[in-house]
């Protein structure tokens, strides 16, 4: 005869909290973070026109700012945690989005770049301050980062021993690169504001000093939340576990 003595939920002595309400707190920053970008970029476009003074530079000018925080820092940032909230057990599909996603903020921070070397002053006019140089180095890690993950864990798949090796300093670097990346944005913002302010354009407390000082305040909120949940450990699922006994 055999008996049923209990049924019940067991979890790991080492489980841990959820990272779904810093999930929640990453999506919330960013949408914070891209509406003060378009407020700043929308609201205070004298601020951003160029020596030219033309529509087109004044467009280009406020490209700039859009396409490097919200294509390539909120993209990036979204593309750290996709095997965080991506549903489903397939990391073939998760390998896929988190790629697609970081080139996706590639290519927004070349545009980027492309924009504020387009004026008429050329590359070298644009290439004298620490933001500039940041910058420079900035895409050139995320492009060295994206292609050393395509080559290694997309394209040969079948070196596990390489992927192993690799993957902590690929997690390295992809944080790193994006905390280079926030600091870049807030050594620019700096940079644009004390210029603005030097000029007499904008007030030490006028609405666009806020809106700027707000903008760095949420990119650190931002890039604080993105690096604690992508560092954070997975929480285990708990399992059922019932104990039987044969009973004569």
């Known amino acids: 005869m055999v008996s049923t003595i209990s049924t019940s939920r067991i979890s790991s002595n080492n489980s841990v909290r959820p990272v779904l309400p810093l999930l929640v707190f990453a999506r919330t920053s960013a949408l914070v973070v891209a509406a003060l970008v378009l407020t700043w970029t929308l609201s205070f476009k004298t601020s951003f026109t160029p020596h030219s003074s033309t529509h087109e530079g004044l467009i280009y000018a406020a490209l700039h700012p859009i396409f490097m925080v919200i294509g390539f820092i909120v993209v990036s940032g979204e593309a750290i945690l996709v095997h965080r909230w991506w549903p489903g057990e397939s990391r073939n599909v998760k390998k896929l989005v988190h790629l697609s996603m970081q080139g996706l903020a590639l290519g927004c921070g070349g545009f980027g770049i492309w924009t504020k070397f387009h004026g008429n002053e050329g590359i070298v006019a644009n290439f004298y301050s620490l933001h500039s140089w940041m910058g420079l180095i900035c895409v050139t890690l995320f492009t060295a980062q994206w292609l050393m993950g395509f080559f290694t864990f997309w394209h040969r798949p079948e070196v596990r021993t390489m992927r192993i090796r690799m993957l902590p ?75 039987v006994y044969s009973k004569k």
């Open 169 to 243: 300093w690929h997690i390295f670097l992809g944080l790193f690169t994006y905390g280079l990346a926030i600091a870049t944005a807030e050594t620019g913002l700096v940079e644009k504001l004390t210029l603005l302010q030097l000029k007499g354009k904008v007030l030490k407390r006028s609405p666009e000093a806020m809106v700027v000082n707000g903008l760095g305040i949420a990119l650190v909120l931002l890039s604080t939340i993105v690096v604690l949940a992508a560092v954070s450990p997975k929480q285990k699922t708990p399992f059922t576990v019932t104990l």
